[in-house]
């Protein structure tokens, strides 16, 4: 206990999610984790993190429902807060198709509130923003023009959302990096939200079947979950890149969605049916499919070179299902 206390705080938001759960475990041992997490989309529960962090403080806490306790409470723990890791969010094509202008409104209503404190306190804030807001490119660098959909397709709200908070980070002069992650994926990453590997492999072990949305040419690239925690690891103790945004992906794993289909299907050796169907028999019409997507890494290798290649990524997830 006392020398739990002594660690510098960490405080993650999301972090019962995918990727803040994964930061608390690599990083429990040099800070003392602090988690807030509405459980809304959560792939851990606190206790199973407690078996692997040993001592950590959790807060269930909607960030954008925040009482007048909540707010008292968050301006004592960042108070002192080293690191703020901003994680929680809607997420998923699945997810913001479901309830669009909820995930718009929660976003505005969770800068409104999180970010002034952020900014009294000066904490140190990782943002996990995201591709989208480049839309429909490819190579995509950080200083270059990006590229939003009409609010017709509300879809396109997630990535305006995301650019709003980027604004606002700078707006409020809160020291932060910016991570735009390109389909970081790995173990645990939820199959229910429309996150195209694990979604593929569960209907590949489950059903027989993998379902491509489209006709398969769109392009992704996929990164492992250790290759966000691996350059994380650097942004964190180094000043260098502080005010700045960075692209975490890896360029190495382009591929097209079908090709992706016919590498899980070869990898898993399943006998697997791949089916095609139109976009939008299985999404409304406020989503439209992003037809390119592959990060630029230059700013990234500066520091940090993705390792994990796409058949071992596929592997790494298949195993969590057996
Ligand atoms: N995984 C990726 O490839 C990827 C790509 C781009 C951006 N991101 C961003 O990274 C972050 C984490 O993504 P993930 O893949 O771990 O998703 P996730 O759904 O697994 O994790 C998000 C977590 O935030 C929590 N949460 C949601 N709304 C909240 C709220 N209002 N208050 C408190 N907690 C809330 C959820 O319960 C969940 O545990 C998100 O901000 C997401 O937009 C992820």
Known sequence: MAEFMTRPKMLVSGGLGFLGSEIAKNFFQEYAITIIDNLSTNVVSIDDLKDICGEITYRNMDLAKLS??????????LNDTTIFCHFAAAVGVKKIDQSPREAIINENKINHDLLPLLAKYKTKTIFASSSEVYGNQENCVEDQSLQIGPP???????????????FLLKSYEIPHITLRLFNVTGPRQSSKYGMVIPKMIRDAIKTGKITIYG????????????????????????????????????DQNRVTIEELAHLIKDTLKLDVEIEKIAFNDEYSANSKDILKRSPSIE????????????????????????
Request: contains cysteine; hydrophobic residues 35%; glycine residues 4%.
């Open 299 to 322: 700013k990234l290798k500066q520091f940090y070179r993705p390792q994990v290649k796409l058949k071992a990524i596929i592997e790494d997830i298949a195993k969590s299902y057996e």
């Open 68 to 77: 007048k306790v909540d707010l008292d409470w968050l301006n004592t723990e």
């Open 152 to 166: 017709d397709i509300l879809r396109w709200g997630y990535a305006c959302n995301k650019l709003m908070t980027e």
């Open 215 to 250: 006709d398969g040419t769109q392009t992704r690239s996929f990164c492992h979950i250790s290759d966000l925690i691996g350059s994380l690891k650097y942004l964190i103790e180094q000043d260098k890149f502080t005010n700045q945004t960075i692209n975490i992906g890896n």
